[in-house]
């Protein structure tokens, strides 16, 4: 396992968040997706010019820029 920005994640790569880093605002919106210390993911996808990034979260998948991933530590998770 190792610790990594988001946006440094390859698609099917399985991880758990380390922090969220981001204030105010964009802090509260990423943490309300469902972003929080703890919570495992994948990464499903990424568009063609690797922005957006779609990542599977609890069963349902949600989308994040790559300048708002740039705010989220993770820890991978090695299979």
Do not use: H
């Amino acid at each position: 396992m190792r610790t990594v920005n988001l946006r440094e994640m390859a698609k099917d790569q399985k991880a758990r968040v380390v922090s969220v880093d981001a204030e105010g605002e964009l802090g509260r919106r990423i943490r309300d997706m469902g972003l929080l210390p703890g919570i495992e993911f994948s990464v499903a996808g990424r568009a063609p010019l690797k922005d957006p990034v779609a990542l599977r979260v609890k069963g349902y998948t949600l989308t994040l820029r790559n300048n708002e991933a740039d705010y989220i530590t993770v820890q991978t998770m090695e299979e």
